[in-house]
């Protein structure tokens, strides 16, 4: 029997409740299941979850259904998993002689009902239901809706308006009208691509099995921008699915744009950093940031000043960068390529360091700076309220770097690292904040972003979409992959719908695997599974300051390099594939997809070899560390790379500027870039790297024979480019 979704009522006591509200359960769920039945063509709509109703008096009763009482506002209550929608009565009872209140007017746990609602729950859609005669209150924020009471009092009469109704909450844009036209409309193609449908496989003795290996709908799809109707990346705003499917996502994910991307966060990157700095101006990014963050560096031709890396000798894992670096950082006086306009922070980091988002993003605007957040690695933060920080005043913020509260002013996800999306689906969310800045004339540190952004002389969020989607242009292919598009499309309906329940159920699973592996060696969990504290390595008190290790990214650590490598034997033989190792630890994702039986298979390695498992007894060897990455670039990387540059051999290029990106594996961080001289540290690195990994484990060398090569500035050219003091 499948499990129904829950529909929280917030209501108003009424004589006939016990008449109307059973109509109002069996209404809503046939509306729903008819709504299921055409959005997502899965058969009978019995075989969709039915509508429970789950009503509550008062504010406080609400907030009591929702949450686990032994660890409030971390994990939900059962009522709460299988929640896809909250219903308002215009008004509840006051106190005893008291008038009504308008719903608008409440408070929950001492805040706004509306930004309770943020804070905790923001994804979900809210209707609120308007009687006759009483004064109409616009909706908090765009996430909420009004409609007449009298559509949920008497569904069965207003069926054809609660289906529209959820269509505007849950239905696909792109992937229901691609669903269409590929079933119902596609005739003989004359355009591209040039298997036509499925048609050059399946026709050919020799393709036939890869046809059928990939299945009917995934050639048939398979269209291009020949099909106006669909809708094309290159007019992203024009009225076709393509672009409201962009605007249900925006809606979803609390941006005020939300872009699809069809080459990975790695295009996200460049593309923005292209679009907001111009030449010469300065970024701060962490030194430990996603490549093609440095690639963005030389394209926009910007000055990188990078945050102090922490790295973590013991498990061969980086830090995040300290809240006292970043502002220490932003209130530097400015240097000869003026202040920084932007900051760039990857959060999560690839081992589950979660940044306050809400502070870094004070001291930026405090400096008039913007922050972007690369959230490759987290696009789940938004669908529940585990990833809500309460500070000792116990206002809330959320992790989720683009919200509605306080957060960054940018963020792109990787959904397909995470969520239910093919490889290289990504999105690019620009925050409800930087709007505001943009359009607000007051923040004086701010005056040269709607300078750079102006129609009129005045600050314009469409100048800057504008801006945004010709620089996309550079860089989106113009036959994007339309499975992919509806990927995207589709990835952000599942987890409104289902996205509490997913992820309620992987946090729970990954405790519990925490503390049976924990009991089975006999160790303290910290000295299984980092914990953040171990991770981010000593100083700060990273919890205090509102950091957070993310669950879902499972760090099991080892005693030694050799015990890590005897498991990953292991892990072979019983055909499990891990996400990344260091020298101390194997990092494993949980995403929507992991399923429980995969933390059991996973458990019995655990078992079968507890005695490689635990706290690292020694620090990894590689010394140079430190010294290595404590270089600031001393060319400007964009006259750098595009140089002519020459190759000289490794262990002779001391004292040269580098011309290219070069990062080892370990440490996994970039250790040359372009514009960086050449340091004895940084050469000791590459070669202690390949004496032990082997050249290969150094992606960008050179390598011919036993001669390792690097691309420096030729000494003409040296002369030539801009120095950066």
């Known amino acids: 029997m499948l499990q129904p979704l829950h529909v929280v009522y917030l209501h108003a006591p009424a004589d006939d409740d016990g008449a109307v509200l059973p109509e109002m359960e069996y209404g809503l769920s046939d509306a729903f299941r008819a709504f299921c039945k055409e959005a997502f063509s899965n058969g009978h709509p019995l075989d969709f979850p039915r509508l429970k109703l789950l009503v509550v008096r008062t504010p406080q009763e609400l907030s009591d259904l929702l949450f686990d009482v032994e660890d409030r506002h971390r994990f939900v209550s059962d009522a709460a998993q299988h929640c896809c929608l909250f219903l308002f009565d215009d008004a509840l009872p006051g106190a005893e002689g008291e008038a009504e209140r308008p719903v608008q007017s409440l408070e929950v746990d001492g805040m706004p009902l509306a930004r309770w609602f943020l804070a905790y729950f923001p994804a979900l859609p809210k209707v609120v239901l308007e009687r006759p005669g009483r004064a109409e209150a616009p909706p908090p924020t765009r996430r909420w809706t009004a409609r007449p009471a009298e559509m949920f009092r008497n569904p069965a009469a207003h069926r054809e308006r609660l289906v529209r109704l959820f269509r505007s909450f849950w239905l696909p844009r792109f992937w229901t009208a691609l669903r269409e036209y590929v079933c119902n409309r596609a005739g003989s193609n004359w355009h591209t691509p040039g298997h036509n449908g499925g048609r050059a496989f399946d026709d050919s003795p020799f393709l036939r099995g890869f046809h059928d290996a990939f299945g009917d709908m995934s050639f048939r799809a398979d269209l291009s921008v020949s099909v106006e109707r669909l809708g094309d990346l290159s007019s992203p705003e024009g009225p076709a699915p393509l672009a409201e499917a962009q605007r249900l996502a925006s809606e979803i994910f609390g941006s005020a744009q939300t872009a699809f991307i069809t080459n990975g966060t790695s295009t996200s990157n460049k593309a923005m950093l292209m679009t907001l700095l111009r030449p010469g101006e300065t970024v701060l990014l962490d030194r430990n940031c996603h490549k093609s963050v440095h690639h963005a560096v030389v394209l926009s031709g910007a000055v990188p000043r990078y945050l102090p890396a922490r790295y973590n000798a013991r498990y061969g894992v980086w830090g995040p960068v300290a809240l ?30 979660l940044y306050p988002a809400w502070e870094v993003a004070r001291l930026c605007e405090e400096q008039g700076v913007l922050f972007y957040a690369d959230e490759a690695w987290a696009p789940y933060l938004a669908f529940h309220p585990f990833y809500t920080w309460e500070g000792p005043d116990g206002a809330p913020s959320r992790y989720a770097a683009v919200n509605e509260l306080r957060g960054a002013h940018f963020a792109v996800q990787s959904t397909h690292k995470a969520l239910a999306a093919f490889s290289q689906a990504s999105m690019i969310h620009v925050s409800t904040r930087f709007r505001a800045l943009l359009d607000d004339e007051s923040p004086r540190q701010f005056r040269w972003l709607r300078k750079r952004f102006a129609l009129h002389g005045r600050g314009s969020f469409e100048k800057f979409l504008h801006d945004l989607h010709e620089v996309l242009r550079y860089w989106h292919s113009t036959s994007p992959h339309y499975p992919m598009l509806a990927t995207l499309d589709t990835a952000g309906v599942h987890m409104r719908l ?53 669950p879902l990214k499972l760090l099991l650590s080892f005693r030694t390099p050799e015990a890590r490598e005897r498991f990953e034997r292991a892990l072979l033989r019983a055909r499990i594939q891990w996400e990344k190792a260091s020298p101390a630890t194997l990092l494993f994702l949980v995403t929507a997809g992991t399923v429980e039986e995969h933390f059991e298979y996973l458990y019995r390695v655990c078992r079968e070899h507890a005695e490689c498992i635990g706290r690292p007894e020694r620090e990894c060897r590689i010394p140079s560390i430190p010294a290595a990455i404590d270089e600031q670039v001393s060319v400007l990387p964009r006259d750098a790379a595009l140089c002519d540059g020459e190759l000289v051999p490794l262990a002779e290029s001391e004292g040269r500027v580098c011309g290219q990106l070069i990062v080892p594996y370990p440490p996994g961080i970039p250790v040359l870039l372009p514009g960086l001289r050449i340091t004895r540290p940084m050469i000791d690195l590459l070669m202690d790297v390949v004496a032990t990994e082997g050249p290969a484990a150094v992606h960008g060398l050179f390598v011919r024979g036993k001669s390792l090569m ?7 050219e040296e002369s030539r480019v801009a120095r950066i003091p």
């Open 710 to 716: 690097v691309e420096v500035l030729a000494r003409d």
């Open 324 to 353: 006292e670096d970043i502002r220490a950082e932003l209130e530097r006086p400015a240097g000869a390529s003026g202040p920084p306009r932007l900051l760039v922070l990857t959060t999560c980091t690839y081992e589950g360091v």
């Open 498 to 550: 289902e996205g509490l329940s997913l992820l309620e159920d992987r946090l729970h699973w990954v405790a519990a695997f925490k503390r049976r592996v924990a009991d089975m060696a006999g160790l303290p969990e910290a000295d299984c599974f980092p914990s953040l504290a171990e991770i981010a390595g000593p100083g700060p008190d990273w919890e205090g300051q509102g950091y957070l290790h993310d």
